[in-house]
């Protein structure tokens, strides 16, 4: 978790934030160096408990001159009542809301041919529908009651390194694609509020379980911040080259492929595979 921070101190003084999902991992992260900058935040997930003891661990670390503060909301973020509630609840205590992380999200490991439509519908449902709805109620609450709108802010979706397929977590691949294409159209369509939106993708789930949290939040702050005034439907990666010079996925056996046209070598499509595998 970030301890300190590489931005200069208060440079959020006043501002508040809501990060999904910010009682754990890079959720946490980021909601410690937003602290750190000043920003008071609202953190929500649908387990209260421990929401709260994340709540008071990181109220020890604020700078006792901050007046910063960190809030825990409890929220299923696929539910659009419990959604509008902590928009609505945020902007009751703290009369504004300045930035919008969507961290919230989760997913298990299973091949495709595993996955029931119940548990491929829960994964778009988080991940997807609950980004949709946190944006959509962050910043149209209600007509009379909206911040956002109103004043502008930002808005960061984490996403993921899903740029060479999924496999092994297809309905999480999609969902995230879909996010990151949702950021696009919404950067459009809400540039005349004033309102940024772009998208982080981390390195992959196994690299991050080694502990990079800290390094994807600098990244979020940097886009929430004033330095990224011209910045919006962007996606950053924050995987130190890893989408670029290598894929974790294994190559699968292709002796069972089609065969080619008449004519066509398929010696030279096992050529290129063996020469890939070789230099793995
Ligand atoms: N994290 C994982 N699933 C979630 C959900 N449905 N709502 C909020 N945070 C979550």
Redesign the pocket.
């Known amino acids: 978790m970030a301890a300190s921070s590489v931005f200069k101190a208060g440079l959020f003084n006043y501002k508040v934030a809501i990060v ?2 910010g009682g754990t991992g890079i959720g946490k992260a980021i909601t410690s160096e937003l602290l750190q900058l000043g920003c008071s935040v609202v953190i ?3 387990k209260l408990e421990r929401l709260e003891s994340a709540a008071e661990e990181l109220t020890q670390k604020i700078p006792p001159s901050s007046l910063a503060k960190v809030t825990p909301i409890q ?5 659009e009542e ?1 959604v509008k509630n902590l928009m609505a609840s945020t902007l009751k205590l703290h009369g504004r809301i300045d930035f919008l992380v969507n961290n ?3 997913q298990f490991s299973s091949p495709v041919n595993l996955m029931s439509a119940k548990g491929w519908k829960a994964v778009i ?2 991940n997807l529908n ?1 980004t949709f709805l946190c944006c959509k109620e962050g910043l149209f609450i209600c007509s009379y009651n909206a911040w956002m709108k109103d004043h502008g802010g930002a808005i960061v979706n984490i996403i993921a390194d899903m740029w060479k397929g999924f496999p092994g977590m297809a309905h999480t691949g999609a969902a995230r694609a879909a996010v990151d294409n949702l950021t696009k159209s919404l950067a459009i369509e809400w540039a005349d509020n004033g309102v940024r939106i772009n998208s982080v993708a981390p390195v992959s789930a196994r690299t991050l379980k080694k502990g990079v949290d800290m390094h994807i939040s600098p990244a979020v702050c940097f886009l929430l911040s004033p330095a990224a005034s011209y910045i919006t439907g962007a996606t950053l990666k924050v995987d130190a080259g890893q989408s670029l010079y290598h894929s974790v996925w294994e190559i699968p056996d292709h002796t069972a492929w089609p065969p080619a046209p008449e004519g066509e070598n398929t010696d030279i499509l096992r050529e290129i595979m063996d020469t890939t595998k070789s230099k793995l």
Do not use: V
């Open positions: 999904t999902g929500s997930s649908r929220c299923n973020i696929r539910n419990e919230g999200g989760g449902d988080t609950g």
